[in-house]
């Protein structure tokens, strides 16, 4: 494992010389030919373990792969070989579509953080299902999660259709599935985080789950994927209404609106979502927020802002059950994840 993390410190300006989107396609591209030959893929090792149970699954330690990396479900086994105790592939919608125009991807070094509109680009439901299909992660006892999104051309007020599209596709290859309702580069997409919005799409969520329980013989978890952007009212709207239509977890949070901590700094005026660092006190905030309205209830996944095993242990600290990675990624490389695996051990 030393090698490869070895390695990415030496490819990183390499990659840093290019267009961040550029440079994201070009890693995964990598990693994934180094899975697919056995030389390479034996070069990795297990990290140490640390199970968790989490939604009533059991889960090899407590730091995943965060939805956005793998937009299309195309490199499943080439990242679980990394060390994450789970993988969550996404966002998928419906139909495919190319996302916003380009460049929609960028770096602030200087903050450890990207800015990024991509906007749910994908090649669509029927052609992720059959990439999940094709891998080896659960059989390999692997979890794995499955974010579903809308696309941007359905308006807002039929948005339950596509989440019910995605729901019923993506069921029988999922461990758990995340409804994603906060990405801030889908127009509209975050209003479905209000009162009356939620229970209009929760509540029929919840009933064709049910009805898709009975058709597969199991219940899959389904979680809710949040916004940093909230007040304490928002934050306790949700929590009020989660537990309402039988949601099994939260992901605190998605990218946040808010440009502080970034000020100044090259492309901090781009429009779109803020990850890294000046993520994490926001995702702290919320958590924490979350944890005191709902108790033990609900399983939290906590993400956003962490490049350091310490800042995993303050995600937990705050109330989350276990932590998902996606920015400190690109800038600390696999080294991360076994430094907040054994953070948390």
């Known amino acids: 494992m030393s ?24 890693t995964l591209r990598s990693l994934q030919k180094s899975y697919d030959c056995r030389l390479t893929r034996g070069l990795l090792h297990d990290q140490p373990g640390q199970p968790v149970r989490l939604m009533g699954l059991d ?17 499943i086994d080439a990242l679980g070989n990394l060390g994450f105790g789970f993988i969550e592939v996404g966002t998928v919608t419906p139909k495919p579509q190319p996302g916003n125009p380009k460049p929609r991807m960028y770096r602030l070094p200087r903050a450890q953080a ?29 979890i794995l999660g499955l974010n579903i999104g809308k696309n941007a051309n359905t308006p807002i007020a039929h948005a339950v259709d596509d989440y019910l599209l995605g729901l019923e596709g993506v069921y029988p290859h999922a461990d758990y599935v995340t409804v994603n309702i906060s990405s801030p580069n889908t127009r509209d997409l975050r209003s479905l985080q209000g009162q009356d919005e939620l229970a209009g ?9 049910k009805a898709l329980a009975d058709q597969h013989g199991r219940l899959v978890p389904l979680v809710v994927k949040i916004a940093p952007d909230l007040s304490t009212e928002q934050i306790d709207v949700i929590a009020d209404a989660l537990p309402r239509y039988e949601i099994d977890g939260v992901i605190a949070t998605n990218t946040t609106l808010s440009r502080d901590g970034v000020q100044g700094l090259p492309h901090a005026h781009e429009a779109g979502g803020l990850s890294g660092p000046p993520v994490h006190a926001l995702s702290l905030a919320v958590i924490a927020r979350l944890r005191q309205q709902l108790g033990n209830s609900l399983a939290i996944i906590g993400v956003g802002g962490i490049t350091t095993g310490q ?22 490389g696999p080294a991360l994840i076994d430094e907040c695996v054994r953070a948390l051990s």
């Open 3 to 26: 090698f490869l993390f070895n390695s990415y410190a030496l490819v990183r300006p390499a990659l840093f010389s290019l267009d961040a989107e550029t440079a994201h396609e070009l």
């Open 59 to 75: 889960v090899r330690n407590p730091v995943g792969l965060a939805a956005g990396l793998d937009k299309n479900g195309a490199h």
């Open 311 to 332: 800042q995993a242990q303050e995600k937990i600290a705050a109330g989350a059950d276990v932590v998902q990675l996606y920015t400190g990624l690109i800038y600390r």
């Open 114 to 142: 990207l800015i990024n509109r991509l906007g749910f680009n994908n090649r669509g439901l029927a052609t992720f299902i059959e990439n999940v299909k094709g891998s080896q992660w659960r059989a390999q006892g692997g």
């Open 201 to 209: 799409l929760l509540g029929p969520l919840q009933e064709k789950r």
